[in-house]
């Protein structure tokens, strides 16, 4: 069952970076999942090892397509990647651990909320540039 689902009002107006929050939702989704039908722990790590990387991944170009656009508030923005990129790896060490709980209660609640808010808020704010860098030299991507 999935907790998440893309809507178009996640838009940045970049198809690529459009494309990463499509993956990240699928991503959370598929640990939910996870988790809900007790999967192995194996398993679950697994999903956790894949959703760190395409996080790192997906900050990486999207701190990339900040610059390329100019946009004034990208160092506040890195500083949030940051927060979530800790979150997240200290929640993986947890797990490892044998934290269950971790997941089960706070990662989960966490990852939901950020994942929306961070992009309706934070990323929607980057939008104009995107349109005015896709108007001026073509596709910002």
């Given at each position: ?12 107006g ?10 990240l ?79 089960d209660?706070?990662?989960m ?8 808010d961070?992009i309706?808020?934070?990323d929607i ?7 005015a860098?896709a ?7």
């Amino acid at each position: 069952m999935a907790v998440l689902t893309w809507s178009e009002t996640y838009s940045v107006g970049s198809a690529m970076i459009d494309s990463d929050h499509r993956i990240l939702i699928n991503l959370i989704n598929q640990l939910h999942d996870a988790i809900e039908t007790g999967q192995s722990r194996a398993v679950v790590g697994s999903v956790i090892n894949v959703l760190v990387e395409y996080v790192e991944h997906h900050f990486h170009r999207e701190e990339a397509l900040m610059t390329q656009i100019g946009y004034p508030e990208r160092e506040q923005h890195i500083q949030s990647h940051r927060d979530l990129e800790n979150r997240v790896r200290e929640a993986r060490q947890r797990w490892m651990a044998g934290e269950r709980q971790v997941l089960d209660d706070d990662l989960m609640v966490f990852l939901k909320r950020w994942l929306t808010d961070h992009i309706l808020r934070a990323d929607i704010a980057y939008r104009p540039w995107v349109e005015a860098a896709a108007g001026t030299h073509g596709d910002a991507d």
